[in-house]
């Protein structure tokens, strides 16, 4: 399974950038969402009350006044 970071600006359709995270780990990635692997399949949106938790995971800061993150589980 692969996981990425996708970037839009607010209000666009088209992302601004993707990151590849899956070297975070499965396990680490689903105690983030809260959920078990097999059920991992679908896009999930990040908001401010994932910010901190998901900076120490990742090293990625998240910008949401500009920006809105989606976390994609291939």
């Keep these: 399974m692969r996981f990425l970071?996708?970037?839009?600006?607010?209000?666009?359709?088209f992302p601004d950038?993707?990151?590849d995270?899956?070297?975070v780990g499965l396990d680490a990635l689903?105690?983030?969402?809260?959920?078990p692997a097999e059920h991992l399949a679908d896009v999930y949106p990040l908001?401010?009350?994932d910010a901190e938790r998901f900076r120490h995971l990742t090293g990625i800061t998240l910008d949401l006044?500009?920006?809105?993150?989606?976390l994609e589980a291939e």
């Design 65 to 70: 006044e500009k920006y809105e993150y989606f």
């Design 21 to 23: 995270i899956t070297a």
């Design 47 to 49: 908001k401010q009350e």
């Design 17 to 19: 950038s993707s990151t």
């Design 5 to 13: 970071v996708t970037r839009y600006l607010k209000d666009e359709d």
């Design 30 to 35: 689903t105690d983030f969402l809260g959920m």
